[in-house]
């Protein structure tokens, strides 16, 4: 499941980012990515993505960004509706004075964030932010869970 959903992820990207030397709208293929995300595994998921301001990003930040949010959207899948049945995954992006801001949340039942990074998925959302400048923290809130990732505008 996870390797489809990443060449799934990419191949979405991808569409987003070929054909075109200009710069990335997020406010256009997160919100694709979402559906695209929904449209595989949603049968008891739903996939959200709220975009503040039309902002572009490099192809190379947009990649990172989209493939963040694609492994933080297949965690929950995995992690955080086991025994629900239904559930939520909600994405924001914004601009916080000198950063970007990603969040992405779920209201499923959450797990306790790692003291440190050591499964893959982590390890390659983590990656992915050092790509970026940025940093990515966890937080497991009552009950949901969330990723944050920030990175310099």
Request: net charge negative; glycine share 8%; charged share 25%.
């Amino acid at each position: 499941m996870r390797c489809i959903t990443r060449l799934a992820s990419i191949c979405e990207l991808n569409e987003a980012l070929c054909g075109s030397e200009k710069d990335v709208s997020v406010a256009e293929f997160l919100p694709a990515l979402s559906r695209s995300i929904e449209q595989a595994f949603g049968d008891k998921v739903s996939f959200e993505a709220c975009v503040e301001d039309d902002v572009r990003l490099d192809h190379n930040r947009a990649r990172c960004l989209g493939l963040i949010y694609s492994e933080a959207a297949m965690n929950a899948l995995k992690h955080g509706f086991r025994g629900l049945p239904a559930g939520q995954v909600r994405a924001t992006f914004r601009r916080l004075k000198d950063h970007w801001e990603m969040v992405v949340e779920d209201n499923g039942v959450g797990f306790e964030p790692p003291a440190s990074v050591s499964g893959r998925g982590l390890g390659y959302m983590s990656e992915l932010a050092r790509q970026l400048a940025g940093e990515l923290g966890f937080e497991k809130l009552q009950p949901d869970f969330r990723v944050r990732l920030t990175f310099p505008a």
